[in-house]
């Protein structure tokens, strides 16, 4: 999950930069706008914390506007030390997803920055099926070959998780974020053992193997022959 820390305060920047990292985000720092703006140049970010007031020629908002005028999708959360109920709607309207007021403790930040993950996708009714697997999010009741897989709630949602960004590597920090929040260290071994929880009820016996270790980064489940998100699938 990258992060990009736009903000002109020293301080703030390498403590929001040290406390992110610890908690697996992937972090960048800018101290201006046109920084900013070169940084978003090159590997897309997944979120951007972007500081109102910031020196040079474009402020805050101008950022925030350019971002959408570009077509750049990343959540925002706007910092700033302005709380009146203008301010707060002049961000917004700007293309900030939220809005947080200086001084914040990193708790609330960081429950802001889950809450705009949990945003990102909205997910589409109904079965979601990937060649011989069918998995009901609703019922939690998931089929693979006509055979059905008893899930716990939590390895529920880490699979449904896996399951619709299927194909595309989901980071550790990614996982932690929208299953566990901030409940456990990512240091810790949690993830892995769910995972292997999901292997051996999924991928057991002969069958082929979809969950995959992507090492340093995350984990994804590999499409199955016949998946209609797949070129060539129905």
């Not at 079965?127 to 998995?135: A, T």
């Not at 292997?196 to 995350?218: P, Y």
């Amino acid at each position: 999950m990258r992060v990009l820390v736009v903000e002109d305060e020293q301080k703030i920047s390498q403590f929001l930069k040290k406390g992110l990292s610890e908690k697996g985000y992937t972090v960048e720092t800018a101290s201006d706008g046109d920084t900013a703006m070169a940084r978003l140049e090159g590997v897309p970010f997944d979120l951007i914390i972007l500081d109102l007031l910031l020196p040079g020629s474009r402020d805050g908002l101008e950022i925030c506007r350019e971002i959408r005028a570009r077509g750049l999708k990343p959540k925002i959360l706007m910092l700033t030390a302005r709380d009146t109920v203008e301010n707060k709607i002049e961000g917004l309207d700007a293309g900030a997803d939220d809005y947080l007021v200086k001084p914040f403790s990193f708790r609330e930040l960081l429950a802001r920055l889950r809450a705009l993950l949990r945003r990102t996708e909205v997910a589409e009714p109904g079965p979601i099926v990937s060649g011989e697997l069918n998995y009901d999010p609703e019922s939690r009741e998931l089929l693979r070959e006509g055979e059905t897989v008893r899930l716990t709630a939590r390895e529920a949602a880490l699979f449904e998780l896996l399951l619709r960004r299927r194909g595309q590597v989901v980071s550790r920090s990614e996982i932690q974020a929208r299953i566990w929040e901030d409940s456990f260290d990512l240091s810790t071994n949690i993830i892995d053992v769910y995972i292997n929880a999901l292997r051996k009820k999924i991928d057991s016996g002969d069958r082929e193997k979809l969950i995959q270790t992507v090492r340093g980064v995350g984990y994804r489940i590999r499409p199955l022959p016949g998946d209609p998100s797949e070129p060539g699938g129905e």
